[in-house]
């Protein structure tokens, strides 16, 4: 009985440490992918809001920019997002298109960024989670809009 005293705190650290360390680890790696994931739907959200409501194409294509750096510094993302404009009826992977801020112009803004795994070092991971947000553009009907 006496050999056994203190076993059991041993144990049990051992066992807490194999087991919350993993689960530690995979919070941390879902959490950081769904950082990602709402930065980067927000980011294209906002970016199609801000084209839509342009003065022309030029300022749109900026402001659209604008956006997309403000939304993935509101998630306290690094500014190291992609944003291209694809047909409406095409994913974000097809062909990008030149937007045009015309009067019931149709086309979807894609903002893509690359998550690294934390702790993950690059040569097993790769170039890491791709997290796409999309948001379909419509230019109302019925805007005016200044000749480019």
Do not use: K, W
């Amino acid at each position: 009985m006496r050999r056994e005293s203190g076993n059991a705190a041993i144990e049990f650290i051992f066992v807490a440490l194999m087991i919350l360390v993993p689960i530690a680890y995979f919070v941390t790696a879902v959490a950081s992918i769904q950082r990602s994931n709402v930065g980067v739907a927000q980011a294209a959200r906002e970016a199609g809001r801000a084209f839509a409501t342009g003065e022309s194409t030029a300022d749109a294509v900026a402001r659209a920019g604008a956006a997309v750096r403000l939304a993935l510094a509101d998630q306290g993302l690094p500014d190291d997002a992609e944003m291209r404009f694809v047909p409406a009826e095409a994913s974000c992977r097809s062909g990008s298109v030149t937007p045009a801020l015309a009067p019931g112009a149709v086309f979807a803004v894609c903002v893509v960024r690359h998550t690294r795994l934390p702790g993950v070092p690059t040569l097993l991971a790769g170039h890491g989670i791709t997290t796409v947000g999309r948001y379909l553009i419509h230019v109302d009907d019925f805007r005016t809009v200044a000749p480019p």
